[in-house]
């Protein structure tokens, strides 16, 4: 399997990072994922104006960016993956760095570009039979807007939910949902779709905004309002949002089921919405 890293297409195990790498050091560094369905990207742009706006409050200067789009798609040929379901993975850090400091090096450092791509078989039975999910305080930083590469909250809550069993971690911050560990999330509640609104406590996807979308589309009651966390319980319906994933439902949350345990009616709509949108919005 080839990657890109810095200007050069290369077997993966011969792939090295300097380690003064900011990223490595620090974290400092930004990161996108776009599915490619038939070596079409989902939503690619949109992808990579978040994976700019990340870069832009980053302060990461990356004049090949306009590039990425012909590097992906060479990478894609190049690995044999333009008719299959893939992943791309794009990572930007501020760059190689000595000695060490915590303020930004010279401005004309250069950035490390690094983008993979893989096959991705996609959990389709999740999509039938929902996942379970646990509720966390949200203790993350406070711009969870930025698609930053520091993830370990989300990791450790993440792992938190698979040690009890379940797919999600939700985060609750004052009192009330606003995402999950590496989803958007979405309570259904007296019959109305709600999620929190993008603000710097959320990370603004670009599977949510089309679900949104969707639910314009289809005439389904639907705000951007941050569902209460004490109205979880007793919801309708809840369900997740994720480049991966698509739409997953949640049909057990905390260790009670949701409604009769099986994804609902609203969530299935959506998830036959977004198939067809998948066929014909594909780039």
């Known amino acids: 399997m080839l990657v890109y890293l810095n200007g050069n297409f290369v077997p993966a195990g011969a792939a090295t ?30 992808h990579l104006r978040r994976l700019e ?24 040929r190049k690995n044999g993956l333009q008719q299959a379901n893939a992943m791309l993975y794009f990572q930007v850090t501020r760059g190689v760095a000595v000695p060490r400091r915590h303020y930004f090096p010279s401005p004309d450092t250069p950035p490390t570009v690094y983008i993979a791509a893989n096959a ?4 389709s039975a999740l999509l039938e039979t929902g996942v379970a999910a646990i ?42 949902a606003t995402e999950a560990s590496h989803s958007n999330f979405f309570a259904v509640i007296q019959g109305r779709v709600l999620t929190h609104p993008c603000t710097p406590r959320i990370l603004p996807g670009i599977t949510r905004a089309v679900v949104l979308e969707l639910c314009r589309q289809l ?7 941050p ?7 007793q919801a309708d319906e809840l369900f997740l949002s994720r480049t991966s994933g698509e739409i997953v439902p949640v049909v057990c949350l905390d260790g009670k089921v949701i409604a009769d345990g099986r994804p609902g009616p609203l969530t299935r709509r959506l998830q036959m919405a977004f198939a067809e949108y998948v066929v014909h919005s594909a780039e």
């Open 227 to 233: 569902p209460a966390a004490v109205l979880l319980p």
């Open 135 to 176: 509720t966390l305080r949200d203790i993350r930083w406070a711009r969870c807007d930025l698609k930053a590469i520091n993830l370990l909250p989300n990791v450790l809550a993440n792992q938190q939910a698979h040690a009890a069993g379940a797919d999600e971690a939700i985060f609750i911050h004052d009192g009330v």
């Open 120 to 123: 991705f078989t996609p959990a």
């Open 53 to 76: 706006n990340g870069l832009a409050a980053l302060q990461i200067s990356l004049p090949q960016f306009a590039e990425l789009p012909a590097i992906a798609a060479s990478l894609l």
């Open 17 to 46: 990072v300097p380690v003064h790498d900011r990223g490595f050091l620090f974290g400092d560094g930004v990161y996108e994922v776009i599915r490619s369905y038939g070596g079409r990207l989902f939503a690619g742009q949109a």
């Open 219 to 225: 005439n389904l009651p639907a705000a951007e309002t």
